[in-house]
C-alpha cells in the first residue's frame, strides 16, 4: 500500500509537469501528423495527404486522439498526458521485475522528472510516442523467463507496433533475438514465435501501404529516400562528428551517460543479467537514435526509459559513497533541468518556442480561413501546422524543406502545379529570405571553421543533392508566380516578409 501511494504521488507529479504544455502551439512536426490524422478520419488515405516516409503508427494515434478528444492542438496534449502516465507505470512495472519495488519507484520518478527535459518537452512526435509500446515489449519479455511463449508473443506483436511508429526501433528486434536464443531451451521454436508476432502488424501495414502506393513507391518512401537522401549514412563526415558533439552535449544526453558510468562501479557484480539486458537494450536504443542522421535533441527520447532504469539501480548505491561521488552524481541528475531553465530564459516561454513565430503563424492561418480556398501550399514556410489549423488541404504532398531541398526534381512538379493553378492560395516568404533559407541549410562553400560553427547552430543539414541548383529553381519559381496568381496579402516580420498568392480567374 505505501508503495501504491508513492506511485499515484510520482504519476500525479508526471502529469502535473505535462499541464503547462496542454496550451502550447503546434510543433511543425506535430502539425504535419495531426494533418494526416485529421484527413484520415475524414476518408483521406494516410499515404496520399503529403509525403510520408514512416509506417502509419503515428497519424492512426493522432486520429484516435482526435475521434476522442476533439480536433484542436489541445486533444493531443490531453492524449499525451495520459499515454505518459502509462509510460511512467510501465518504468515502474519493469523496474520491479530487474530490480526491486524501491528502485523501480526511483526509476519511475526519474522519468517523470526527465518530462522537464528539452529532450521531452510537451512535444509529440513519433519519439514518444514509441516509448509506450517499447516499455510495454520490454515488460512481456520480461514475464517471458525463458518459457512462456504467449508472452513472448506478445513481445513480438508489440515491437511490431513499435516499428509502426518509427522504423529506428528495428534495431530493437536484435536486442530481443540476442537474449531470447540465450534464454530460450527451444530456441529455433521461441525465436519463430517472436518473429511471428512481430510480423502480424508490420505484415498488415506494409500490404496496405503496397495496395495504397504500390510496392516500388512504398520501399521508397519508407526506405530508401530516408536511407539516400536525409541519415546518418548520407552527409560528411566532419558534419556528423561535429553535430553529434553539439547535439548529445546540448541534450544534456551526455551528462546522464556519464552518471550511469559514475554509478555502474558501485553495481553489486552478481547482477549480470540485468546489466547485460540494459546495457544491450541502451546500445540498440542508440543506434537507432542516431540513423535519423539530423542529431536532433529528440531522437534521444526513446532511451529516457532505460537510462531512468539504470538511475533508479545507481541511485541507492551512490548515497553509501563519498560526499563528492554523490555531488558529481546528482549534478549530472540536475543537468536536464538547468538546461531547461536555460531554454526557458531564452525563449522566454516554457513550450521553448518563440511567441513571435506562433502569433505569425495564426495571424497567417487567420487570413487563409477568410480569404483562401480548399486547396493551399505553402511553399518552403516553415510549419506544416497551417494546414491542420486552418483544416485545409495542401495541392502538394511536400511539407518540409528537405523534401523539396534534398530531392531537387520535386521542384519541377511545383512548378507544374503552379502553372495549372491547381492551388487556390499560394504561401511565400519573399524571395531574398526563400533564398537565405536555402543557403542557410545547403551552403557548404564557406571555411572549414566557419562551417564547424554552423554544427552547433540550430539548422544545418548539407544533405542538398545538386546545390546550388536549387537557388536557380527558386529564382524560376518567383518569377512565374505572378503570371498565374496575385498578390492579396503581406504579413512583415523581422527577418522578411510572407506572401499570400491568390490564383488568377
Not at 484520415?40 to 476522442?68: D, Q, S, V
Not at 520480461?142 to 513499435?162: A, H, R, T, V
Not at 524560376?476 to 512583415?492: G, L, N, Q, T, W
Amino acid at each position: 500500500m505505501p508503495n501504491t501511494k508513492k506511485l499515484l504521488l510520482i504519476i500525479l507529479f508526471a502529469i502535473i509537469i505535462r499541464l503547462p504544455y496542454i496550451n502550447c502551439p503546434m510543433h511543425p512536426d506535430e502539425g504535419a501528423y495531426a494533418y494526416q490524422g485529421y484527413f484520415w478520419l475524414k476518408g483521406k488515405e494516410i499515404y496520399e495527404t503529403r509525403f510520408f516516409n514512416r509506417l502509419p503508427g503515428l497519424p492512426l494515434i493522432y486520429a484516435t486522439a482526435f475521434k476522442f478528444f476533439g480536433t484542436n492542438p489541445k486533444a493531443i496534449r490531453v492524449f499525451i498526458i495520459l499515454y505518459n502516465t502509462l509510460s511512467v507505470l510501465f518504468v515502474y512495472l519493469i523496474g520491479c521485475k530487474l530490480l526491486d519495488e524501491k528502485k523501480a519507484l526511483i526509476s519511475a520518478f526519474i522519468f517523470a522528472y526527465l518530462s522537464w527535459s528539452p529532450i521531452m518537452r510537451g512535444v509529440t512526435g513519433k519519439e514518444i510516442f514509441i516509448i509506450l509500446p517499447c516499455l510495454i515489449t520490454i515488460y512481456f519479455y520480461l514475464l517471458y523467463e525463458g518459457k512462456n511463449k504467449k508472452f513472448l508473443f506478445l513481445c513480438g506483436i508489440f515491437s511490431g507496433l513499435s516499428i509502426l511508429i518509427s522504423q529506428t526501433t528495428f534495431l530493437l528486434i536484435f536486442h530481443f533475438l540476442i537474449f531470447t536464443y540465450f534464454q530460450s531451451k527451444k530456441k529455433i521454436k521461441d525465436l519463430s514465435v517472436y518473429l511471428f508476432g512481430l510480423c502480424i502488424p508490420v505484415m498488415l501495414f506494409l500490404i496496405h501501404g503496397a495496395l495504397v502506393l504500390g510496392i516500388k513507391q512504398l520501399i521508397y518512401q519508407i526506405i530508401l529516400y530516408r536511407t539516400k537522401s536525409n541519415s546518418i549514412f548520407v552527409g560528411p563526415a566532419w558534419y556528423h562528428l561535429f553535430r553529434s558533439i553539439y547535439s548529445l552535449t546540448a541534450s544534456s544526453f551526455i551528462f546522464l551517460i556519464f552518471a550511469i558510468i559514475l554509478g555502474y562501479q558501485y553495481l553489486p557484480k552478481e547482477e549480470k543479467f540485468v546489466k547485460f539486458f540494459l546495457f544491450s537494450y541502451l546500445i540498440f536504443s542508440f543506434l537507432g537514435a542516431i540513423s535519423g542522421g539530423w542529431w536532433a535533441f529528440h531522437y534521444y527520447l526513446p532511451l529516457m526509459p532505460i537510462i531512468s532504469l539504470w538511475l533508479g539501480w545507481c541511485i541507492p548505491y551512490i548515497f553509501k559513497q563519498k560526499r563528492l561521488v554523490k555531488a558529481i552524481f546528482f549534478c549530472c541528475l540536475l543537468v536536464p533541468l538547468i538546461f531547461y531553465i536555460c531554454a526557458f530564459y531564452y525563449t522566454k516561454n516554457y513550450c521553448l518556442e518563440f511567441k513571435s513565430e506562433y502569433k505569425l503563424t495564426k495571424k497567417l492561418v487567420k487570413y487563409l480561413n477568410n480569404h483562401c480556398g480548399k486547396k493551399i501550399y505553402a511553399f518552403l514556410f516553415y510549419n506544416p501546422s497551417i494546414y491542420f489549423m486552418s483544416k485545409k488541404e495542401s495541392a502538394l504532398p511536400y511539407f518540409f524543406e528537405d523534401e523539396i531541398l534534398f530531392v531537387p526534381e520535386r521542384f519541377k512538379e511545383i512548378i507544374s502545379t503552379i502553372k495549372q493553378k491547381k492551388i487556390d492560395c499560394l504561401i511565400t516568404y519573399d524571395l531574398d529570405y526563400s533564398l537565405k533559407i536555402v543557403q542557410k541549410l545547403c551552403d557548404t562553400n564557406k571555411p572549414f571553421m566557419f562551417l564547424i560553427k554552423k554544427c552547433f547552430s540550430r539548422h544545418f543539414t548539407p544533405f542538398c543533392k545538386g546545390y546550388p541548383i536549387q537557388l536557380s529553381f527558386i529564382k524560376k519559381i518567383f518569377e512565374m508566380i505572378p503570371a498565374y496568381y496575385k498578390k492579396i496579402k503581406i504579413i512583415p516580420f523581422k527577418k522578411g516578409k510572407i506572401i499570400v498568392w491568390k490564383k488568377q480567374d
